[in-house]
Each structure stands twice: as structure tokens, then as C-alpha cells.
């Protein structure tokens, strides 16, 4: 049973980095996709952030999160992560680890669809004050 857990959020200040991390368990993953999903609150619908192929690191990110944000994995440790960078109030959201067994890296259309996201970690408040 695929199992994610996220941690590293907290309260920072407007301009810090911080990164995020997705501790993954129930593999194989040689053919999933693994990503990150925000909620600015509990009723909004979850923004899609950034993505990544288990197999060969390919990438894909959501309009918001191009330029300040980089998704990368650690095969050996398990390990999903999320840097942002030069971090903005309107980052302030609930950052959840999502993954998926299907290979959507090529639709973005699918990666920002969360239905099409079967697993999912509890999340990690990231706030940020101006």
C-alpha cells in the first residue's frame, strides 16, 4: 500500500526558501508519477504545484509555481521534495505529496486534475508572514 508523509512546513518570512519532504512507502515506483498539491484552505480546491517522474526525474510544473519552485526525488532514500524559493504570502497553503501510478508527466491537463491522483500524504501547513 503506497503510504506518504510530509514534512518540513512551518512558519517562515516573506523572502526565506524552505523545503518541503514526502517520505514514500509501498513501492515499486519505477512507473509513477509523484507530485505536490496546495490548498489555501480546507473548502478550496487543491492547486497543482509540481511533478515529477519516478524513473528518470522529468519534470512539470503548474503556472504559479514556474520560476521560485523545484520538485526533485531520492530514489535511494524514498524521498519526494519541494524547494521554494523567495517565498510570497500568496504561497501560504497546505502543501500535500500526491502520487499516482499512471505516467502523466506528459499531460498537463491529467497532473493538475486531482482525481486522476489515487494516493495521498495528510499534509503540511506552510505559512507565510509579511
Known amino acids: 500500500q503506497v503510504q506518504l508523509r510530509e514534512s518540513g512546513g512551518g512558519l517562515v518570512h516573506a523572502g526565506d526558501s524552505l523545503t518541503l519532504s514526502c517520505e514514500v512507502s509501498g513501492g515499486p515506483f519505477r512507473t509513477y508519477t509523484m507530485g505536490w498539491f496546495r490548498r489555501e484552505a480546507p473548502m478550496k480546491e487543491r492547486e497543482f504545484v509540481a511533478a515529477v517522474k519516478w524513473a528518470d526525474s522529468v519534470t512539470a510544473y503548474g503556472d504559479s509555481a514556474k520560476g521560485r519552485f523545484t520538485i526533485s526525488r531520492d530514489n535511494a532514500k524514498n524521498t519526494l521534495s519541494l524547494q521554494i524559493n523567495t517565498l510570497k504570502s500568496e504561497d501560504t497553503a497546505e502543501y500535500v505529496c500526491?502520487?499516482?501510478?499512471?505516467?502523466?508527466?506528459?499531460?498537463?491537463?491529467?497532473?493538475?486534475?486531482?482525481?486522476?491522483?489515487?494516493?495521498w500524504g495528510k499534509g503540511t501547513q506552510v505559512t507565510v508572514s509579511s
Open positions: 500526491a502520487a499516482t501510478p499512471f505516467p502523466l508527466i506528459t499531460s498537463p491537463a491529467l497532473l493538475s486534475t486531482p482525481d486522476r491522483w489515487p494516493y
